[in-house]
Each structure stands twice: as structure tokens, then as C-alpha cells.
Nanobody, 124 residues
């Protein structure tokens, strides 16, 4: 019912910048919290940053001061501006959202949805 499409990943040198975008589409009533997570090879998926519908943000300590999360509610899109990138930022980045949807009976519930991931590679 909710489809997330990420873009903006790629290869960048250490110290460089990238901007990730993620747009939600489908049938939903509200997009509540949205966020970005990363997963490096052999590791578990971990939080990068989240943002509520009213703009409150939360960041992993490792990215504070370097990454900025933002969203455009009119476009159902969340962004991640990544500056001063380090080789250890290399991972697949996943977009996530908590969306309110309705079932066939019209009962509304909130569920978490994930994008397919976009690769970010930072070379030293």
C-alpha cells in the first residue's frame, strides 16, 4: 500500500557530500515519522536519523553535525544531506516511514514501510 523509492546514492571521495531523497507513494492517510537507516556488510541495520511530521529530528551520534534530515510533507519526501563523508559511512541506506493506512473495512492502522535501499560508497 505504501511504496518508497530512494535516490541519490553513489560513489564519493572522503570529505565529499551526497543528498539522498526518498518519496512515498500509494494509498495512505498520513505519513508520520520518516527516517534513514544504514546497513554495512555483515552488520545489522542501524538508525541514521529520523524526523517527525512536525519536523522534530533525531540523529545517531556518529552523524551529528555532518548529516541533516529534512522532509517536504507536500511531496511526501524525506531527504538526507550528508556532508563531510567518511569511509566508515559506506553502507546501503534505507528509507523508512510510518504510514497510516486503511484495510478493506476502512479500519486505520499504522505500519512501518521500507525502501529498497541505495548504496553509498565513500572512498579514502
Amino acid at each position: 500500500q505504501v511504496h518508497l523509492v530512494e535516490s541519490g546514492g553513489g560513489l564519493v571521495q572522503a570529505g565529499g557530500s551526497l543528498r539522498l531523497s526518498c518519496t512515498a507513494s500509494g494509498s495512505f492517510f498520513n505519513l508520520n515519522a520518516m527516517g534513514w537507516y544504514l546497513q554495512a556488510p555483515g552488520n545489522q541495520r542501524e538508525l541514521v536519523a529520523t524526523i517527525t511530521r512536525d519536523g522534530s529530528t533525531n540523529y545517531a551520534d556518529s552523524v551529528k553535525g555532518r548529516f541533516t534530515i529534512s522532509r517536504d510533507n507536500a511531496k511526501n519526501t524525506v531527504y538526507l544531506q550528508m556532508n563531510s563523508l567518511k569511509p566508515e559511512d559506506t553502507a546501503v541506506y534505507y528509507c523508512s516511514c510510518n504510514a497510516e493506512v486503511a484495510n478493506r473495512l476502512g479500519v486505520r492502522s499504522s505500519y512501518a514501510y521500507w525502501g529498497q535501499g541505495t548504496q553509498v560508497t565513500v572512498s579514502s
